[in-house]
């Protein structure tokens, strides 16, 4: 019988606190579609302020927040967007910036690090010239951390050189900050240094956070003005908003700097114990942040399905990204105790395989 559950499988699984939902019970609240909620619009401000842009918004989702910033700075149909080849917005979005949007992605090859060839990304940026046969570049997106490459974080070196290129050749640059935090943490720089070079950048509450919904975009007032009228196009404006933006206000004003610390202490914890176990390989030097892969080597007994339905008999939920590939991401509620138990759930478990293989 499971007596505990230790749920690894993403940072979006996090409860609200009890100080969230003291604050989300509290919340003063208008209607948001006219502008008239004080708690969302202290968060716009509070987020923005910290991020370094001029103005933010609330959007119920990272996915729309990525959505609507593509769209206000590819407002032609037919635009193209230079992003990696790995990054959320490519693969995980459901194809919306092409299906809603009209825009074209035009994917570079993200390198283990998460980051793309600067020259690879200038190469890909159409020649004007050919405007009657080709899409028309206007964006540049960059993601920080990049959660496929293992939450690997974008240096501000990197992320200068890469605005740069664009103002170069006239372009915008769009960061998917859903963890942009938890790289600040890392790096141990200010969050608005990593947008610093960024026209528009996203930023997930319910991650690293651990508010239960939402996200906010931050640019210019004019970038943010186009983006609440498309908001709104979207479904996305929701009235009294200040009860979700009160949580997120907790999360942004008392949360941040401890939490992802030790978040990411634990997931080195939990890289270098696992790299232990015959069987399983991790890249311990490329855990940063709170996210870890490890992959199932070709002499483990036991395929990703299996590992994971072992695990989850003990509690512990993990996953999948391939039959031998397998992501584990700690979050501001899983304890140094939730991260000792799995790893010997993991051991046990490693341990009867052996047993039953007569080694």
């Known amino acids: ?26 919340a003063e609240v208008d209607d948001d579609v006219l502008m008239h909620d004080p708690t969302a619009f202290r968060l716009e401000t509070e987020m923005a302020k910290v991020m370094g842009k001029e103005a933010g918004l609330f959007v119920p989702s990272g996915t729309m927040g990525n959505l609507i910033s593509v769209l206000v700075h590819c407002e032609t149909r037919g ?65 920080n951390t990049h959660a496929n490459c293992g939450g690997r974080c974008l240096s501000v070196e990197y992320t200068d050189s890469v605005g740069e290129i664009a103002k170069k050749h006239g372009l915008k640059l769009h960061i998917d900050g859903a963890r942009i935090f ?63 933006c009160a949580a997120a206000l907790v999360a942004l004003q008392e949360n941040v700097l401890v939490m992802l610390d030790g978040d990411h ?52 939920l993990v996953m999948p990204e391939s039959s031998t590939r397998v992501r584990i991401v700690v979050h501001h509620q899983i304890s140094a105790n939730d991260v000792h138990y799995t790893l010997s759930c993991f051991q046990k478990i490693y341990a009867g395989v052996c047993e039953e293989n007569g080694n």
Do not use: W
Request: proline share 3%; with cysteine; hydrophobic share 40%.
């Open 182 to 244: 938890n790289a600040a943490v890392a790096l141990g720089v200010p969050v608005r240094r990593l947008v610093q070079a960024a026209d528009s950048a996203s930023v997930c509450l319910s991650k690293g956070l651990g508010a239960p919904v939402g996200s906010v975009i931050v640019g210019s007032k004019e970038f943010i003005k186009k983006a609440r009228r498309l908001r709104k196009t979207l479904g996305g404006g929701m009235r009294q908003v200040g009860v979700l």
């Open 79 to 143: 635009s193209e967007v230079i992003l990696g080849d790995n990054s959320h917005i490519h693969i995980y979005e459901n194809g919306g910036i092409s299906t809603i949007g009209g825009v074209h992605p035009r994917t570079v090859k993200n390198n283990k690090d998460g980051t793309m060839d600067i020259d690879l990304i200038e190469a890909a940026i159409r020649d004007p010239k050919g405007e009657i046969v080709y899409p028309t570049t206007r964006l540049i997106c960059l993601e």
């Open 265 to 316: 202490k634990k997931a080195k914890l939990l890289a270098e114990g696992l790299n232990q176990l015959k069987g399983l390989r991790v890249d311990v030097d490329a855990v940063e942040t709170n996210i870890v892969y490890f992959e199932i080597t070709e002499d483990s007994k036991l395929y990703a399905a299996c590992l994971l339905k072992k695990l989850e008999e003990h509690g512990v």
């Open 1 to 26: 019988m499971v007596t505990r559950t230790v749920d690894l499988r993403s940072d979006t699984v996090t409860k609200p606190t009890e100080a969230m939902r003291a604050a989300m019970a509290s």
